[in-house]
């Protein structure tokens, strides 16, 4: 009978150290997640996924809440993980702004170069879109911005065509986009996450034509996509831009 009780305390000691040991180990597990999260997030120098002014679903039924989710929480952090992670060698440009990063592309590090214009590219084209789609969109033109767009394209049915037009003939992956250029306003397109700003131009709208910013709804009907989208547009937004160049 006593070597049976021992028995049982040998067993009963293990479960407890085996125990002890794994909640030593979770502590050290987090202690590791807390210093990596510090690392990544903490540092002023670090970009960061911004957070958006309305919910996923807020942009029903033009844009739907998986779609907004993915391309926002997934897509665009990973744009975001990548531009870091290419960053890390030169703590010199963790400090610029992105807009100074891509506007200067060609005075980057070539080794580094094609990361910051494709993640780089894609961390602020998207920033961007953000900013100019909203739920509380009414259509209407602001004064200034309706006017600029008729002195340099007639009337705003042609200006919509053009950029309808250029939007859709954008072959695979890439943007369409209102700028100023000169004083003037034009539409152009860019391919992947290339923006219009490492060329001097300032882009005022931008409209996302890659498959993953419409896909889950409209399959290959990117027209349809581009229909919708007009409905949210934010247009006191884009005059603001306009009236920043």
Request: aromatic letters at 12%.
């Amino acid at each position: 009978m006593t070597t049976y009780l021992r028995q049982i305390a040998l067993m009963d000691a293990g479960r407890v150290l085996f125990s002890m040991t794994i909640y030593l180990r979770q502590i050290v597990i987090l202690k590791h997640i807390d210093r990596y999260k510090y690392l990544m997030y903490s540092s002023e120098h670090m970009f960061e996924l911004p957070k958006l002014t309305y919910s996923y679903d807020a942009l029903e039924p033009y844009i739907d809440a998986q779609t907004m989710e993915i391309h926002h929480s997934k897509h665009h952090a990973a744009y975001i993980a990548n531009l870091n992670r290419a960053l890390e060698p030169h703590p010199d440009l963790q400090k610029m702004a992105i807009e100074d990063l891509i506007k200067n592309l060609n005075n980057t590090p070539k080794d580094i170069r094609t990361a910051i214009r494709n993640n780089g590219g894609g961390h602020y084209n998207h920033s961007l879109f953000w900013k100019l789609i909203t739920p509380t969109a009414r259509g209407k033109v602001p004064s200034k911005l309706d006017k600029k767009i008729s002195a340099d394209f007639g009337t705003f049915s042609t200006f919509k065509e053009i950029f309808t037009k250029t939007a859709l003939g954008r072959f695979g992956s890439g943007w369409a986009w209102l700028v100023v250029e000169n004083d003037k306003l034009a539409v152009l397109s860019t391919p992947n996450q290339d923006n219009p700003i490492s060329e001097g131009r300032f882009p005022i709208l931008g409209l996302d034509v890659w498959e993953h910013a419409y896909y889950l709804k409209y399959q290959s009907r990117r027209a349809e996509y581009i229909e919708a989208w007009w409905n949210v547009v934010d247009w006191k937004q884009v005059e603001a831009y306009l009236l920043q160049v």
